[in-house]
């Protein structure tokens, strides 16, 4: 086989390869969300008729606002509920915040209306961006 041909047979494979897998990575932490659109809207100081996220949650480890930090939330995510996966668990917590509460944590600090004044998209978006903080 001659190298050019054999050199042109790799890349086309290759192509075809990486076209099949959407050019994406293929991760177990996958989400259908964008987590860039979801780092925005975390830093929004208003989602809703709500506080957004950063105002009571902090991205520095062990800083307290209101809610726990988000520090490393993709990781501990996986482990707070064990029939749940991380992305389970932060939808969860998004969606129907008193579900699972972290200790320390009362009821009802949390919002209880982000399922309903947030698009589907939008809590896709932002459990995509929680699932990079690792």
Request: hydrophobic residues 40%; aromatic residues 6%.
């Given at each position: ?62 800083v307290v606002i209101v809610g726990p930090s988000l520090a490393g939330i993709a990781s501990l ?58």
């Amino acid at each position: 086989m001659k190298p050019i041909f054999r050199f042109s047979l790799i890349i086309l494979l290759s192509l075809s390869l990486w076209a099949c897998s959407g050019g994406q990575k293929n991760t177990a932490e996958s989400s259908p969300g964008n987590a860039n659109a979801g780092a925005e809207l975390f830093a929004k100081p208003v989602l809703g008729s709500q506080a957004g996220c950063k105002t009571c949650h902090s991205l520095q480890p062990g800083v307290v606002i209101v809610g726990p930090s988000l520090a490393g939330i993709a990781s501990l995510a996986a482990e707070r509920e064990a029939d749940k996966s991380a992305e389970e668990y932060l939808r969860e917590s998004i969606t129907a915040p008193n579900q699972y509460l972290v200790e320390g944590y009362p009821e009802n600090v949390m919002p209880l209306v982000y399922e309903k004044e947030l698009t589907a998209e939008e809590i896709d978006s932002l459990v995509a961006y929680m699932l990079t903080l690792k």
